[in-house]
């Protein structure tokens, strides 16, 4: 039965490494240290760097903001805009232990499917999302 599956793109390890990459090279032009991790669709790792000098805590704010991303299809900063006025989904995600709720992961989309999302910590958040776009740009 045809009609009962989809067939979707999928990011692959190259394609991972190449928006890693991307977004290692931009973080160390703009010199900061940042951790960088790259998720697949289900928001499961498939490869993270910390590069010399990233302050220790950025390794699981980076990981979590690329899960957050890929789980709702949005970039991380967008999400307090979305949720800020449901007192109630706000109260229950922000207790949710892997959520980030701040700039610094975004969806990797292909042919309007997410495949997976870039998640980067150790900057001010503008420099995290300027990180983000670089990492992204690897695909376009």
């Known amino acids: 039965m045809t009609d009962a599956t989809i067939s979707k793109p999928r990011l692959t390890l190259d394609g991972a490494h190449r928006v890693l990459e991307a977004a290692r090279a931009h ?8 951790s960088i991790a790259v998720v697949d669709q289900g928001g499961a790792l498939i ?11 950025s390794v699981e704010l980076a990981i979590d903001k690329a899960h957050s991303a890929a ?3 949005y970039p991380t ?35 309007d499917a997410v495949v997976g999302a870039l998640g980067v910590s150790g900057g001010r958040s503008v420099d995290d999302v300027e990180v983000v776009k670089a990492g992204l740009g690897a695909l376009s």
């Open 71 to 73: 789980g709702f299809g």
């Open 27 to 34: 973080a160390q032009t703009i010199g900061i240290p940042m």
């Open 47 to 57: 490869v993270f760097v910390r590069m010399d000098g990233a302050a220790f805590a």
């Open 77 to 111: 900063e967008d999400f307090f805009t979305l949720i800020k006025d449901d007192l109630s989904l706000l109260h229950g995600l922000t207790t949710h232990g892997r959520l980030a709720l701040f700039a610094g992961g975004a969806p990797i989309v292909v042919q």
